[in-house]
């Protein structure tokens, strides 16, 4: 099956800022490299099944080379929860939490807040590609090869 991911929508955000001087104000690129979901089946594991495989899960990393920001993205669902890591309504940080972001089932938003000269920037990918799914141990396994990202930042104050 393939999901296309949309265009991302801005959506400024309070957070922690990664302490830079030297970054970009105007224009970066960023890297998102290994973006994965797993939707586990509902209930117990099935004999022979990797425990990892016991519970729905998001990943991917994050590289900002403008700013020196590297981080993981993960979240992972209680285990035997089953169901969808899609979440519309809630953002999710990063390892490093001046990094979120949100998914639907269908489009990532990712949003990065720096300082930049004295003013605070968010920036906002946008983000095109096709994920490929395949069914693994009664749930579905969804990747991408999304590797870079341009973004134009918008200062905040």
């Known amino acids: 099956m393939l999901l296309s991911l949309a265009a991302l929508l801005p959506i400024v955000l309070a ?5 830079t001087s030297t970054a970009s104000c105007t224009s970066q690129q960023w890297a998102i490299e290994g973006f994965s979901t797993y939707e586990a089946p509902p209930g117990p594991l099935k004999p022979g099944t990797p425990a990892y495989f016991n519970a729905s899960s998001l990943s991917f990393r994050f590289e900002d080379p403008n700013t ?7 979240r992972r669902l209680p285990a035997g929860a089953g ?6 309504h809630h953002h999710y940080p990063c390892d490093d939490r ?3 972001y949100e998914y639907d089932g269908e489009v ?10 004295g003013k605070n920037i968010a920036a906002f990918a946008s983000i095109n590609g096709a994920v490929h799914c395949v069914d693994k141990y009664g749930g ?3 990747s991408t090869a999304i590797t870079e990202v341009d973004v134009t930042p918008e200062i905040i104050s």
């Open 15 to 19: 957070l922690p800022f990664t302490n």
């Open 68 to 74: 020196n920001t590297s981080t993981a993205c993960i």
């Open 83 to 88: 169901g969808t890591i899609a979440d519309a």
């Open 98 to 100: 001046s990094v979120q």
């Open 108 to 117: 990532l938003v990712v949003s990065h807040n720096f300082p930049c000269h």
């Open 140 to 142: 579905s396994q969804c």
